[in-house]
């Protein structure tokens, strides 16, 4: 009997590659999405591009991971987000590309950027094929870079003045010829969807089921909450577009309010010192934390099981996976309004949404919320179960049907 050919996807993960003493090292999400993405084909091509520099605390070797990844190929890209590093290996890396695109049944390409996009190249390529192909991205990269105009060095500003435009004019140049598009969160969805002709809303998270709260910890939780100080947890980066200095406004507007509460931002960033400063200056050094990066993901678990409310200040459209982190925790989203979070919550509530940068409003919410704990418990419940169908195995099954379904 004649076996059916291989069913291989290619894919490309904007995620970095690095290499120390000749050995590849791999972030422990990518790694865990190469992991879920075969289980779901028989090969699974990985495209990524590789930094010179050494790998940051975190990444792991590939060959860590061999049991896991042993029907996954990793190739290697060069990283050139510079326009001379470009050009000057565009061609060689497309007829890279080609090759491996050629070797594929299923193709799926995130792009976001302009020079060193290499989904992009991707996609132009396998159009030259004749080949459909799906497009992911999990943030309107383009809006990201408008709003950091005047922010950072001149050149970052003057840069992201140059980039904004064209960056958009590609995204949709790209999207238009997807025979597919998997958008991740509503975000994404509400802006490339027009010019998509097969749009999907999926998600892109590396939650285990056994990482969801358990029903002792959510028992645990809510009766900790009629009395005592609220917990308040964030984490991610403290960057300009997750808003640092909004979130550490409010909490010295709950402060004066007489709010009792522990807060812990989580995460490093350019914003990280400043914060720290400014933590000191208004006398918050006791109720605020500001540990930095942590690549211990119990310890990161943990805070958002025990914390009461997540409060997040997102100021760019963006899908940020901490928000689906932390309703899996039955930890409430409370923060700016955006499409993405509004559509997490649209089922049971398990949040409180304000204006995009009202500092006092955000304030206000949790002032009410910590006067009114029997609300709190009940908000606290809600965030369960809007976070309880979010699971890696679940939203990779997702785009795995789609891609198959559609390519």
Known sequence: MEQSAPRTLLIYAPVPLYRKGGALYGEKQALNGMRLWAAHFEKVIVMMPESPEAPPPGWEPLSHHTNSLERVQVEPLPMAYRPDQFFKVLRSTRRKIGDLIRMADYLSFAIGGLFGDWGAVAAFEAERQGRPFAVWTDRVESEVVRRSIGQGTWRHSLRSRLYHRPMFQLEKKVIRRAALGLF???????????????????????IAPKDHISDEALSDKMDAIPEGQIRIAYV???????????????LALMRDAGVIFQATWLGDGSELEQMRAWVAEKGLTGQVDLPGFTDNRDAVRDLL???HIFLFCHKTPESPRCLIEALSAAAPIIGYEGAYARDLISAH????LVPLGDVDALAQAVITLERDRVRLSELIGRAREDGRPFTDEAVFEHRSDLIKQYL
């Open 349 to 352: 509530q398990g949040g409180v």
């Open 184 to 206: 991740h969160g509503q975000e994404t969805f509400d802006t490339y969807a027009p010019f998509c002709r097969n749009p999907h809303v999926v998600h892109d998270i590396h």
């Open 305 to 307: 099981q025990q914390a």
């Open 236 to 250: 991610g980066r403290a960057d300009p577009m997750k808003g640092p200095m909004d979130w550490l406004e409010a």
